[in-house]
């Protein structure tokens, strides 16, 4: 796996997105030199081709990211996939005609673009094809050994399994139990771990830090880790696959005297300088859409336009949430309140929170003082959320779908521990990128 903007991703995904982009340029370098009059040189160097190709696949990969094919790419319906070439390719066309009829000119000439996106069409599908069934396959992964057993060790077996694009395999687990209740083979005792790592050949040994294993070889796991071996604790890599710090795995140790567990105070202090930017920029673009909402607000239903929700802050300092109102008072919410919550446009006067030093852009988003209480007391170290500013945005909205249960209220708390852990401005960007395209296309 490979760690971007503070989030670890997938080799073989960076591996499409560069194939998938090489592929892309061949084509409509291909249908250039099929179709222009030009000598190709010319048109690459003396006519900006070089420039206008580059454009054009940024769309293209653009489309495909914002239909989610670089997020889950196993091709499920092989109709399915080239309906979302077809859509994505579509919507070039009416971009390409939109800038000719404006007078902005084009981006590719008329037969390069055809041609070039008739290639596209055919070659990148069947690229796709080939490499979630061939690739993923012959990949293998890293092997990993696990040494004990714990519920986040066999959330962690189960993921693998059903997620090979991860590059990760299991070889099993190694107990003094005779049965973990998980999947993964039992390889045996703890006191057969050479034996193991001489038949197996592991890549990796993941160590459970929530039951750890009675009779731990330490000086023997510090010995294969200084010849090379790599070793790891459960929670480590429960963090890099789920993209979450896990409130199991966790020993309280860690959070009391580990510095990874708290934000930078250089970052917090960058965050604040640049959420108070944006916040007074979106703020002089959305005015006008601000007060569209308010007059409909006002004329839809009766009671007053903005509504005001105690909330807990930053180290639990409460607050005056300020949002669009989006039910009657006493009844359920109302039509209109549906589709400002479903754009989000209930959320914009937030704004003026964070142009108030009372929220940021990004964060944990805020909770009700009186559910904070009640779950402080059901959730272990459920104030460490309050660490930071409370946001519009965060890591746990772009991640998560329910947030109904007790169970989702703890996943929500794993997300916001990663975002506080790993807190800075490349993952506040990748966040409100994902907000974006979540918002634009009607997703969590």
């Not at 892309?24 to 222009?36: I, N």
Request: proline share 6%; aromatic share 10%.
């Amino acid at each position: 796996m490979i760690r971007l903007f503070k989030v670890s991703i997938p080799s073989s995904a960076v591996a499409l997105v560069l194939s998938e982009a090489g592929l892309l340029f061949c084509c409509y370098l291909l249908a250039a030199w099929l179709v222009l009059d030009v000598p190709l040189e010319v048109f690459l160097f003396e006519q900006g081709g070089y420039w206008h190709i580059a454009f054009v696949m940024g769309i293209i990969m653009a489309g495909l990211y914002f239909n989610d094919l670089y997020e889950n790419y196993r091709v499920g319906s092989r109709i399915r996939l080239i309906q979302q070439f077809c859509l994505v390719l579509g919507l070039l066309f009416l971009l390409q005609s939109a800038l000719s009829y404006a007078g902005w000119g084009v981006l590719l000439p008329k037969w390069t673009m055809v041609y070039g996106s008739l290639l596209v069409l055919i070659v990148l599908p069947l690229w796709r094809i080939f490499f979630t069934t061939m690739l993923l396959k012959s990949l293998g992964g890293q092997k990993l050994l696990f040494l004990g057993s714990s519920p986040a060790m066999h959330d962690i077996i189960a993921h693998i399994s059903e997620r090979p694009e991860l590059g990760l395999a299991v070889l099993g687990y190694l107990d003094d139990a005779e049965d973990a209740g998980t999947d993964a083979p039992r390889l045996g005792s703890i006191a057969q771990l050479d034996e193991v790592i001489a038949e197996r050949h592991p890549a990796r040994i993941v160590i459970s830090t929530e039951q750890p294993p009675q009779g731990l070889p330490v000086e023997r796991l510090l010995n294969l880790r200084l010849g090379g071996l790599e070793i790891e604790e459960a929670s480590a890599t429960y963090e890099a696959i789920f993209r979450r710090v896990s409130t199991r795995d966790l020993p309280p140790p860690q959070l009391i005297f580990s510095n990874e567990m708290s934000p930078r105070v250089t970052n917090v202090a960058l965050q604040s300088a640049y959420s108070l930017l944006l916040a007074v920029m979106a703020l002089v673009i959305a005015l006008p859409v601000m007060a569209v909402v308010a007059l409909i607000v006002k004329f839809i239903s009766p009671g007053p336009v903005i509504y005001r929700q105690q909330c807990a802050g930053r180290n639990g300092a409460l607050f005056s949430l300020y949002k669009f109102r989006s039910m009657q008072p006493g009844a359920p919410i109302t039509t209109v309140g549906k589709w400002l919550r479903k754009l989000r446009l209930d959320e914009l006067p937030e704004l003026f929170n964070v142009v108030r030093g009372e929220m940021s852009i990004v964060g944990p988003r805020p909770e009700r003082q009186e559910f904070v209480a009640v779950l402080e007391e059901r959730i272990p170290y459920y104030r460490q959320r309050l660490s930071v500013k409370p946001g519009i945005t965060g890591w746990a909205q772009i991640n998560q779908r329910d947030h109904d249960k007790i169970e989702d209220s703890i996943e929500k708390l794993e997300y916001d521990r990663y975002y506080i852990k790993n807190l800075s401005i490349s993952l506040d960007a990748y966040i409100i990128f994902h907000t974006l395209k979540a918002t634009l296309l009607g997703g969590r």
